[in-house]
């Protein structure tokens, strides 16, 4: 079992950053790919950026490629998704999971799933 634990969401002004971080616990030992997804009110939630157990490998959404940066530092197990020039519709509830997918962007191939942290961006 791995459990997650995002933090760093919060309230910002169109143009403005946040720093999202998802810390893992558990079965860490097994090289995970991690990745962060969105959900905003009334809509299917969606694939945002992806990282590699290694961080060899990355992969962005084109909505938020340029603005968003994923990271991670497997010696303190966690993952970071620094956010830039952030836009009202990047509001959503954002979700950290892990999983060792075949398909990086499909929702169903991740096992393990965080409870996930609201950003909300006005305009």
């Known amino acids: 079992q791995v459990q997650l634990v995002e933090s760093g969401g919060g309230l910002v002004q169109a143009g403005g950053s946040l720093r999202l971080s998802c810390a893992a616990s558990?079965?860490?030992?097994?090289?995970?790919?991690m990745v962060w997804f969105r959900q905003a009110p009334g809509k299917e939630r969606e694939f945002v950026a992806a990282i590699t157990a290694t961080g060899g490998s990355l992969d962005y959404a084109d909505s938020v490629k340029g603005r968003f940066t994923i990271s991670r530092d497997n010696a303190k197990n966690t993952v970071y998704l620094p956010m830039d020039s952030l836009k009202p519709e990047d509001t959503a509830h954002y979700y950290c999971?892990?999983?060792?997918?075949?398909?990086?962007?499909?929702?169903?191939?991740?096992?393990?799933w965080g409870q996930g942290t609201q950003v909300t961006v006005s305009s």
């Open positions: 558990g079965r860490t030992g097994v090289a995970y790919t």
């Open positions: 999971a892990a999983g060792l997918p075949n398909r990086a962007r499909a929702l169903s191939e991740y096992t393990y």
